[in-house]
Each structure stands twice: as C-alpha cells, then as structure tokens.
C-alpha cells in the first residue's frame, strides 16, 4: 500500500485540504482541477477511505482526512528537508525555488533579473507566484516561499531583508482630463475625482486612503480591480484617474492613451524590499538568488 501513495498526490491532497477547494487548490499548484481531483481520488483507494466529504459548496475533511492531513503535512515537510540536506551538502546551485513577489516587482524589474539568473543557473527551476506583501511575509516565515519581493514594511527578526528597487508612486490620468494641464499634483488635487483603486486593502490602496485622510481629502472609489494593466484601462477609457508606481505605468504605456503626471509629496517613494528567513543552512540556490534579486548586484 505504502507505493501506492506518491509524495505528488500527497502533495496535492494537503494543497487541497489547506485551501478548502479543489479549484483553488488546482491554481495554486499549477494541475488542472480535473487531474488534482483524479490524483486524491487514487490516494483515497489507496488509504481505503474517504479523506473528504464533497458538497456544491465544497469540500470538507473527514475524520480520516484530518488524520492524513496531520501526518501528510509532516511528511511533506520531512521530504523538502531531505531535498534540501541533500542539495546542501552538494553545494549545487540546482532545485526549485518558491519565489513570492508583489506586482509591482513582478512588473517592474524583476523578469529581466530573474532571466539572467537563469541564463546562469539553467538547473534552478523559479516557482514565482503573485501576491500582497503581507501575504508574501507571512509565507517566508511559514516556509511556504524561499524568497519573497515586496514593499519595505516592518517585519520579525526571523527575517532578512535586502533593498530590490526604488519605484515611485505617479498618477495616470486620461490625456482630457482637467488635470493632465499641471505638470506635477498633489494629493488635494486628487480629491474631486473619482479614482480607480488596486486589490482593496492592499498596501498601495491603504497607503492612499491613509494619506487622504491625512490632507482631509475625500476619497471616491469610482472602481476596483485586481491588476496593473486594468487599472490602466479603466483609466483609459475615462472611469477616472489612478495613483501607480511609476514602473506599472511604463510597462502599460504603449497604447497611448492615457498620461502620466508627477505626485509631489512626500511619501511617494516606495522602496521594494527581498526577504528570506534568516537562516545559516540556506540552500546555495537561495543564497545566489538573493544575492542576484539585490540591488547592489545588479
């Protein structure tokens, strides 16, 4: 019996368990929802009983599921640490790294430093995925991400962290807009206009809210979305005007549509930050791409 249950599928059950859905589950481990379900399905013969109880509404563990789930995650763990004793030891720069990063990075210079570390470590496998930063801290501290990339903000000693990048907050605004005249903003200039807003909650949207608050600005939401490049065209197609960094704004620029315009405060210079934890027996694969993602090093 114990062949029968592979690490993949194992795997791929706690992803599932942790995450409540099949479909989530699917997404974050990159299967189709249909093979992810196929592969719990083989481990439930396997053990002989069923792990969850499925419903429209979901999934749920079983007694039993909770039990392997327990275990299951224990045993994922004790085989990463196999991995990594393993690859340590070796002192290859080889392995797959889980790199979290915010999409700021992620659209700024971040694909162009993480393709010269592959041109040099070809054996490195990056397993990048987008979040927030609270998020991505908290996966760092979890051992969920080997490294992550987000704004600075203050985290726990179990952390290191390293400067990435430097990228200032601008306004974008449809090229009739009334304030596409003024060469430089500030924020009460923002306050009469409706504004399109990024991942509510979010650093960036709590950054601005807190400062409008702060210069007794009104703040209208005309819509939120998820996504640099909807931010842009919502504001191209005149729903109202948007605060991103600088790099976001140049990376969706093409089309013309849309201008770019200069916020003249203070607090607009937002500095992108690596994390790792503050480990002695990081993997050489961490270390060298840390000390590629660094600023310094670029």
């Known amino acids: 019996m114990g062949r029968s249950i592979d690490p993949y599928s194992l795997r791929l059950f ?21 093979a992810l379900s196929r592969r719990i399905a083989d481990l439930e013969r396997a053990f002989g009983v069923p792990l969850f109880v499925r419903s429209p509404h979901g999934i749920a563990l079983t007694e039993a599921g909770k039990v392997a789930l327990a275990r299951g995650t224990k045993l994922e763990d004790d085989l990463k640490l196999l991995v ?8 290859e720069i080889c392995g797959v790294l889980r ?26 496998e990056i397993a990048l995925h987008e979040h927030i930063t609270e998020e991505i801290v908290r996966a760092c501290l979890d051992d969920r991400a080997d490294i992550g990339v987000g704004v600075e903000m203050s985290v726990p000693h179990a952390l290191q962290s390293w400067h990435f990048d430097h990228d200032p907050l601008i306004v974008v605004l449809p090229p009739d807009h009334p304030l596409a005249a003024k060469r430089k903003l500030h924020t009460t200039d923002l306050g009469p206009y409706p504004l399109v807003s990024i991942r509510t909650g979010g650093a960036l ?18 819509v939120t979305v998820t ?10 197609a005149g729903l109202g005007i948007a605060v991103i960094p600088r790099r976001a704004a140049d990376a969706f620029s093409s089309t013309g549509r849309f201008v770019r315009r200069a916020l003249d405060e203070p607090w607009i210079n937002r500095d992108l930050r690596v994390y790792a934890l503050a480990a002695s027996s990081r993997l050489p694969a961490v270390d060298a791409l840390i000390r590629a993602l660094r600023a310094e090093a670029v």
């Open 84 to 91: 990594r004793d393993v690859q340590a030891h070796a002192g």
């Open 14 to 34: 706690v992803a599932a368990a942790r995450e409540g859905s099949i479909a989530r589950a699917a997404a974050t481990e990159h299967i189709a929802a249909s």
């Open 205 to 222: 949207d709590r950054l601005l809210h807190d400062r409008a608050v702060e210069a007794n600005v009104p703040v209208r939401t005309s």
């Open 227 to 236: 996504s640099f490049d909807a931010v842009c065209r919502m504001v191209e």
């Open 99 to 124: 790199l979290f990063a915010n999409a700021t990075a992620i659209v700024g210079s971040l694909p162009e430093r993480l393709s010269a570390f592959c041109r040099k470590y070809p054996a490195v």
